[in-house]
T-cell receptor, first 115, second 113 residues
Framework: AQSVTQPDIHITVSEGASLELRCNYSYGATPYLFWYVQSPGQGLQLLLKYFSGDTLVQGIKGFEAEFKRSQSSFNLRKPSVHWSDAAEYFC?????????????FGKGTLLTVNP | NAGVMQNPRHLVRRRGQEARLRCSPM?????VYWYRQLPEEGLKFMVYLQKENIIDESGMPKERFSAEFPKEGPSILRIQQVVRGDSAAYFCASSGLAAYEQYFGPGTRLTVT
């Protein structure tokens, strides 16, 4: 069964600093990988996705993520964090074969941004 | 609003009552998914529906929970005889033909007292 681990429950960074959120997955084949952001009281917004091809994926709001098959990782990065980036971030994996609608989510990383 | 809509946003029920959660998919989408988010947990898949069909309900608790997506109107997630452990955020997502590319609604936060 597929699984997702986000090792960091809570991260605090200063505004303007760089950010990296970690995500490790377990899946037998090449997975579909996603990062979602959830602001307080809001639904999940898709930041970026990886299906195949270039392993460096660009998303919205200046985010990017890199798929590293050898490390089973899909870490999210941003070079300079803005106060509005404070939210909870979820990594998710989807099945590239059958049942590809069944997304498996990590427990999330809560990002706090200090002024 | 072209996005996924859910209502109510907050729902309070006493133990033993029924909770009914509604989801209207994004315009043009005919696939609906329900996920549950327990406190400090990630989202867990519950059920996948197309119009008038349940495609996969493998994540639904065996009792008290049911879902439908009628030909007309929103998708409904129904929880009968709610218990405290049902308190959670319930998210609906929708997609077009690319089922893995899901768009989420704002969620319904159910509190059972």
């Amino acid at each position: 069964a597929q699984s997702v681990t986000q090792p960091d429950i809570h991260i605090t960074v200063s505004e303007g600093a760089s950010l990296e959120l970690r995500c490790n997955y377990s899946y037998g084949a090449t997975p579909y990988l996603f990062w979602y952001v959830q602001s307080p009281g809001q639904g999940l917004q898709l930041l970026l996705k990886y299906f195949s091809g270039d392993t460096l994926v660009q998303g919205i709001k200046g985010f990017e993520a890199e798929f590293k098959r050898s490390q089973s990782s899909f870490n999210l990065r941003k070079p300079s964090v803005h106060w509005s980036d404070a939210a909870e971030y979820f990594c998710a994996v989807g099945n590239s074969g059958g049942s590809n609608y069944k997304l498996t989510f990590g427990k999330g990383t809560l990002l706090t941004v200090n002024p | 609003n072209a996005g996924v809509m859910q209502n109510p946003r907050h729902l309070v029920r006493r133990r033993g009552q029924e909770a009914r959660l509604r989801c209207s998919p994004m315009k043009g989408h005919s696939h609906v998914y329900w996920y549950r988010q327990l406190p400090e947990e990630g989202l867990k898949f519950m059920v996948y529906l197309q119009k008038e069909n349940i495609i996969d309900e493998s994540g639904m608790p065996k009792e008290r929970f049911s879902a439908e997506f009628p030909k007309e109107g929103p998708s409904i997630l129904r929880i009968q005889q709610v218990v405290r452990g049902d308190s959670a955020a319930y998210f609906c997502a929708s997609s077009g033909l690319a089922a893995y590319e899901q768009y989420f609604g704002p969620g319904t936060r159910l509190t059972v007292t």
